[in-house]
């Protein structure tokens, strides 16, 4: 209806010419889809600036093109400094079963020389009272001994296992030879350390040597150190006895 000026358009066509603006704002947003997302960005800010929240429009994760991706030299220098780290371990582990396998021969070494001082014959030749007095001695020395507990385990299958057995109880006969007769069990330890050294010294026993061969290798090291601390203490023995 006319109201004295120009004609008002009808109100279909109103909202028809909106809903066709929209249609087209649609098609451009879908064929230029960056532009689609700056003006959600644009949006994201505008709602933000009035004090509200961004929350209800979607992203689409591309905030997330905003963080630095890790840099591949960044991981290298990582992993080498890793690396070095289990090298540098794997050296002080070594050294630790080293220095606890010499700690174990030390304790059994003791062990032997207070055996040996206890049994020896030459007890015979002092008086009670220092006999006495020496055997006391030997007593508390080796309670302080037993104290101390030492113990490395070697990853072994079932004839390794067997082979150490049986070194184990040639070295037990070469105490007891040591507790009766000092001399001749410094020969049979003489005998039995120049079986496990690549180059001997003197004589073989082959027995011996053969059974050690069937050892693992940290087994083989353990036995010539138990060997060569044992030799050492009975030659230490022997010269104490003799001044």
Same mark, same amino acid.
């Given at each position: 209806? +006319?109201?004295?000026?120009?004609?008002?358009?009808?109100?279909?066509?109103?909202?028809?010419?909106?809903?066709?603006?929209? *249609? =087209?704002?649609?098609?451009?947003?879908?064929? *230029?889809?960056?532009?689609?997302?700056?003006?959600?960005?644009?949006?994201?800010?505008?709602?933000?600036?009035?004090?509200?929240? *961004?929350?209800?429009?979607? *992203?689409?994760?591309?905030?997330?093109?905003?963080?630095?991706?890790?840099?591949?030299?960044?991981?290298?220098?990582?992993?080498?400094?890793?690396?070095?780290?289990?090298? =540098?371990?794997?050296?002080?582990?070594? /050294?630790?079963?080293?220095? +606890?396998?010499?700690?174990?021969?030390?304790?059994?070494?003791? /062990?032997?020389?207070?055996?040996?001082? %206890?049994?020896? %014959?030459?007890?015979?030749?002092?008086?009670?009272?220092?006999?006495?007095?020496?055997?006391?001695?030997?007593?508390?020395?080796?309670?302080?001994? /037993?104290?101390?507990?030492?113990?490395?385990?070697?990853?072994?299958?079932?004839?390794?296992?067997?082979?150490?057995?049986?070194?184990?109880?040639?070295?037990?006969? /070469?105490?007891?030879?040591?507790?009766?007769?000092?001399?001749?069990?410094?020969?049979?330890?003489?005998?039995?350390?120049?079986?496990?050294?690549?180059?001997?010294?003197?004589?073989?026993?082959?027995?011996?040597?053969?059974?050690?061969?069937?050892?693992?290798?940290?087994?083989?090291? %353990?036995?010539?150190?138990?060997?060569?601390?044992?030799?050492?203490?009975?030659?230490?023995?022997?010269?104490?006895?003799?001044?």
């Amino acid at each position: 209806m +006319a109201s004295g000026g120009k004609e008002s358009p009808p109100l279909t066509r109103t909202i028809r010419t909106s809903f066709t603006k929209i *249609s =087209h704002e649609s098609v451009r947003n879908v064929a *230029s889809p960056e532009r689609s997302f700056s003006n959600m960005a644009a949006d994201n800010k505008n709602v933000e600036r009035m004090g509200g929240t *961004s929350r209800n429009i979607p *992203s689409f994760g591309f905030e997330s093109a905003e963080r630095p991706f890790t840099c591949p030299e960044n991981v290298s220098r990582v992993n080498d400094r890793l690396v070095g780290m289990l090298d =540098h371990i794997e050296k002080r582990v070594e /050294l630790l079963r080293e220095h +606890a396998t010499a700690m174990e021969q030390e304790r059994e070494a003791l /062990l032997t020389m207070i055996s040996t001082v %206890k049994t020896n %014959k030459d007890l015979q030749l002092v008086s009670e009272g220092e006999r006495e007095e020496i055997q006391v001695t030997a007593e508390r020395l080796l309670g302080r001994a /037993l104290t101390v507990e030492v113990n490395v385990k070697t990853l072994r299958n079932e004839a390794q296992n067997k082979a150490l057995d049986k070194v184990n109880k040639y070295i037990e006969e /070469l105490f007891d030879k040591i507790r009766i007769d000092l001399s001749s069990g410094r020969r049979m330890c003489e005998a039995y350390l120049n079986a496990c050294l690549p180059e001997p010294r003197g004589p073989i026993d082959q027995r011996f040597q053969t059974v050690t061969i069937e050892c693992t290798a940290d087994d083989q090291k %353990k036995t010539r150190r138990r060997l060569e601390s044992l030799l050492s203490s009975v030659i230490e023995a022997e010269e104490s006895l003799h001044h």
